[in-house]
């Protein structure tokens, strides 16, 4: 049984430019949830998608957008890249009922 | 506002040298407490999950505790490959599905 996988491992970007992260949810789970590790940091909420909407979101500016697909796996979608944005982003996925979460191994972005 | 803060941010221990880390929340109303382990580069791996005051979970050298305040996460006679990053995250009960996460504890246990 495939865990939640995620692509690409790692990228690399430069500032402006436009960027999309891939999340495939373990096998069985719905919802899938983004969070954003910065170096040294513990993980910070992105935003949940659950039946394809946007069910909750963090504070992160509008330039981060996402999507799920009726096979349940998701994007992230990150615009006009900053420096800042440069962290490890993390996709975590749980079925329906239950709160534990099953992360993914990352993408690691940086952005130049 | 909803807030961890782990402690202490980094420990070195003895093959053997049993420790607690700690997890300090405040958060409006506890839907659960979890505490993850992170390898270097890899995505957290699920460890324990907590509900109320005065439960307490183990697995293998590992035991997870909670108060109304904070929670604590034992490690017994620890090995080396217990080395990792330790978070520990709340939800809160105010209609959110969020996870607030702490920065972590590094632990560094030397053989």
């Known amino acids: 049984d495939a865990g939640v996988t995620q692509s690409p491992t790692h990228l690399i970007k430069t500032r402006g430019q436009q960027v999309t992260l891939r999340c495939s949810p373990k096998?069985?789970?719905?919802?899938v949830s983004w969070y954003q590790q910065a170096l040294g940091q513990g993980p910070q909420f992105i935003f949940q998608y659950y039946e394809e909407e946007e069910r909750q979101r963090g504070n992160f500016p509008d330039r981060f957008s996402g999507h799920q697909f009726p096979n349940y796996s998701s994007e992230l979608n990150v615009n006009a890249l900053l420096l800042g944005d440069s962290a490890l982003y993390l996709c975590?996925?749980?079925?329906?009922?239950?709160?534990?979460?099953?992360f993914g191994s990352g993408t690691q972005l940086s952005v130049l | 506002e909803d807030q961890v803060t782990q402690s202490p941010e980094a420990l070195r221990l003895q093959e053997g040298e049993s420790s607690s880390l700690n997890c300090s929340y405040t958060v409006s109303g506890l839907r659960g407490l979890f505490w993850y382990r992170q390898d270097p580069g890899k995505g957290p791996e699920f460890l324990f999950t907590l509900y109320s005051a005065g439960e307490e979970k183990e697995k293998e050298r590992l035991k997870a505790t909670l108060t109304k305040k904070e929670s604590f996460l034992h490690i017994t006679a620890p090995k080396p490959e217990d080395s990792a990053t330790y978070l520990c995250a709340v939800q809160a009960t105010s209609g959110t599905y969020k996870y607030i996460f702490g920065t972590g504890t590094r632990l560094k246990v030397l053989a």
């Open positions: 975590a996925s749980s079925p329906t009922g239950t709160q534990k979460l099953f």
């Open positions: 096998s069985g789970h719905d919802t």
